[in-house]
């Protein structure tokens, strides 16, 4: 055990967007060739908690059919190494062969591939499913950029429902083989302002649907509203039945992800703009805690190095201990992510191939301000911060 869980992750998303173009996080930002440099700046820093996972396209090949070699190597050198991995099995796409978040199987073959992962890596302790439902959900069937590309209330309820199911199953053939497994729920935690009186309402209702996800990850009632919703636009009662019915919730730490755009703010002719910092991830990350009671983990933040990075870090870092001070359990933080990513500025909906500098370190493996801070943090608040607490007896 190391106590608190100062994480970074190597980005792994690889949507499918226009013309069947993939766009791959890991190959963009090199970490295919240079993963085991990137490993050796993950130990440089200090880090034993990595949020890491494969591609599923690139070992899920059909059912029962797999390619454990590169997965291989990476595993058992991050062994070696004692970085521990927070295992990240779905990250914004599919492989093609499933086609995408609208497949009534996705679900079942999604469990068959975390079963078969758990079965090869049992002393794996820390996963994550599925990683931000809400955002794979609203990107790929609200707003049309990924995948299915649909922007309906249908297209979002089916593709909402199947990967919650699809995580829930996760999870469960993974405790087969790994029956100690801690599930991080990484989700995007999200408020809408209203920019008028004419706009709460609307704001109110968006404010409900973010907590989707979770809600139905672990078997929390829905709100009339929200339940009306997933009702008429597909949902079922034997749906509803089988997610309230879960336990699986005593297993999670809720991982919730802040950045400067998860606030927005409703303009009159239903649009949303990025609406900056009003709350803070104090107010929305208690928002979440209260609702859930679950041990907390921040699990994705970052923002430009010319925007401030280093302020970020250090605000972002004080407000969890504020949090912890206030009682909120929260066991890890996570800056995200190693190196800098590609085309994250526009959500991954174009290729152009622009850099976006957000990592500890550049594209070349050069350390940016805001890795020699993190560093400088882990290395100072390392072994100040109890481990002793009920949260952490989960780590």
Request: charged content about 20%; aromatic content about 14%.
């Amino acid at each position: 055990m190391h106590g608190f869980m100062f994480a970074t992750g190597i980005e792994n998303s690889y949507p499918t967007i226009a013309d069947g173009v993939r766009i791959d996080q890991m190959e963009k930002c090199g970490h295919y060739t240079h993963w085991r440099e990137d490993l050796a700046l993950v130990e440089h820093l200090g880090i034993k908690y990595l949020r890491w996972g494969p591609a599923i396209h690139k070992i899920f090949l059909g059912p029962g059919k797999y390619d454990w070699a590169w997965f291989d190597d990476v595993m058992h050198r991050m062994s070696e190494m004692d970085i521990i991995p927070i295992l990240d099995l779905c990250h914004f796409g599919v492989p093609d062969w499933i086609g995408n978040f609208q497949n009534l199987d996705f679900a079942e073959f999604f469990a068959e591939y975390a079963s078969a992962v758990a079965q090869r890596y049992p002393k794996t302790k820390y996963w994550t499913p599925v990683n931000e439902i809400l955002i794979t959900t609203l990107f790929s069937a609200k707003y049309g950029w990924w995948n299915e590309m649909l922007t309906t209330d249908e297209a979002f309820v089916r593709a909402t429902l199947n990967l919650c199911k699809a995580n829930l199953l996760a999870m469960e053939g993974i405790l087969q083989h790994v029956p100690d497994a801690i599930f991080i729920q990484s989700e995007s935690s999200e408020y809408t302002h209203p920019s008028g009186p004419e706009q709460i309402k609307a704001a109110k209702f968006y404010n409900e649907r973010r907590f989707i996800p979770l809600d139905l990850t672990y078997g929390h009632p829905l709100s009339a509203t929200i339940y009306r919703y997933l009702m008429q636009h597909g949902m079922t009662e034997a749906d509803y039945h089988f997610f309230m019915n879960q336990t699986i919730r005593y297993r999670c730490i809720m991982g919730t992800d802040y950045y400067v755009t998860n606030e927005h703010l409703l303009r009159p002719d239903g649009s949303t703009v990025a609406a900056g910092e009003f709350f803070g991830y104090y107010v929305i990350a208690k928002d979440y805690y209260s609702r859930y009671g679950l041990p907390l983990m921040h699990t994705e933040t970052n923002i430009r190095e010319e925007q401030g990075s280093v302020q970020w870090l250090w605000k972002e870092w004080n407000t969890m201990l504020r949090l912890r001070q206030d009682g909120v359990p929260i066991v890890g933080f996570t800056w995200y992510s190693l190196t800098d990513q590609i085309d994250w500025d526009i959500a991954l909906r174009q290729e152009r191939n622009q850099v976006h500098p957000v990592g500890l370190f550049d594209l070349d493996r050069n350390p940016r301000k805001v890795g020699l801070e993190y560093q400088r943090m882990i290395s100072e608040w390392r072994e100040f911060l109890p481990t002793g607490s009920s949260a952490l007896m989960l780590v």
